[in-house]
């Protein structure tokens, strides 16, 4: 199944993952150590955010060390735009209409 930045996004403890790996490359227990989830849990958010290119996973002798590529993120930054640009062109037309009717 080949997944996307929106899909990894969607769940909230794959964005609290990317959030930790933005601070700091560590390895797959030390990441599983700050959520209330199982392992295997934390794993499988892991696979699933490699697959879609937000991390990347280093073998360094036996431990695997997982990076946040958060250039990955830009696809979803300009999907955002246009809808920002959407609202604050929607919001500056309602403040006209308000200053308008005073």
């Keep these: 199944m080949r997944r996307d930045v929106f899909q990894a996004i969607a769940d909230p ?27 295997p849990a934390v794993s499988k958010h892991i696979k699933i955010l ?12 036996r431990e695997r060390y997982c990076r946040a590529e958060l ?7 300009e999907w955002t735009n246009r809808y920002r640009e959407f609202w604050n062109d929607k919001l500056d ?7 308008d009717e005073k």
């Design 71 to 77: 250039s990955k993120l830009k696809e979803v930054a």
């Design 93 to 99: 037309a309602l403040g006209a209409f308000l200053e």
């Design 13 to 39: 403890n794959r964005r609290a993952i990317i959030n930790l790996l933005s601070k700091q490359e560590l390895n797959l227990n030390a990441v599983a150590d700050n959520f209330e989830i199982s392992r």
């Design 50 to 61: 490699t697959e879609c290119g937000l991390v990347s996973i280093k073998q360094e002798g």
